[in-house]
């Protein structure tokens, strides 16, 4: 499998409530630089089998915004465990559901995604945080997953700010 990991782009002031953080939007900066991102994704040829996306709004938008530029007809999935509070190991179940040759984007937050990148290349939760992973707003990592049996394993392949993915083509 091929799994990309996407951060959500910049948004707006963080809200003391978390039932109204989770309706922060992306600011117009942040939607311009995922533009001209998910454009450069776009022009590189790369193609998802499944989006999928947190259900809070900024990942949403970040994911819509990838989307269209990739002009995809299928819909984005919304998928409970990329949610801040999600649970990794509900998400490796149900992408070890999906076609081993899959081409998966999955947008979600910090520091829930390079937590899974840890993970995922063998470092598990505890050393996740030892790696020095930086994950940047808008920023995307890609892994290769062979295998699911008996846990989900990996190798990170390449981790780039928004500006080196606009250098992609």
């Known amino acids: 499998m091929d799994l990309f990991l996407l951060r959500h782009g910049e948004a707006g002031k963080r809200m003391p409530a978390a039932t109204k953080d989770r309706e922060r939007a992306l600011t117009v900066a942040g939607k311009e630089e995922l533009e001209r991102a998910a454009k450069a994704v776009a022009e590189s040829g790369?193609?998802?089998?499944?989006?999928?996306?947190?259900?809070?709004?900024?990942?949403?938008?970040?994911?819509?915004?990838?989307?269209?530029?990739?002009?995809?007809?299928?819909?984005?999935?919304?998928?409970?465990?990329?949610?801040?509070?999600?649970?990794?190991?509900?998400?490796?179940?149900?992408?070890?559901?999906?076609?081993?040759?899959?081409?998966?984007?999955?947008?979600?937050?910090?520091p829930y995604l390079t937590t899974a990148i840890g993970e995922i290349i063998g470092a598990g939760a505890e050393g996740a945080d030892r790696l020095r992973i930086v994950l940047k707003k808008g920023g995307m990592a890609r892994l290769s997953v062979p295998g699911f049996t008996p846990r989900i394993s990996g190798e990170l392949r390449w981790l780039l700010t928004p500006k080196q993915i606009r250098k992609l083509d």
């Not at 299928?74 to 509070?85: G, H, R």
């Open 46 to 110: 790369y193609e998802f089998d499944v989006v999928a996306t947190s259900p809070l709004k900024r990942a949403k938008e970040t994911a819509m915004v990838v989307q269209r530029a990739l002009k995809r007809k299928a819909p984005v999935e919304e998928w409970q465990e990329l949610s801040p509070e999600g649970n990794r190991e509900a998400l490796y179940k149900r992408l070890a559901r999906l076609k081993p040759d899959a081409s998966v984007l999955i947008v979600g937050h910090e």
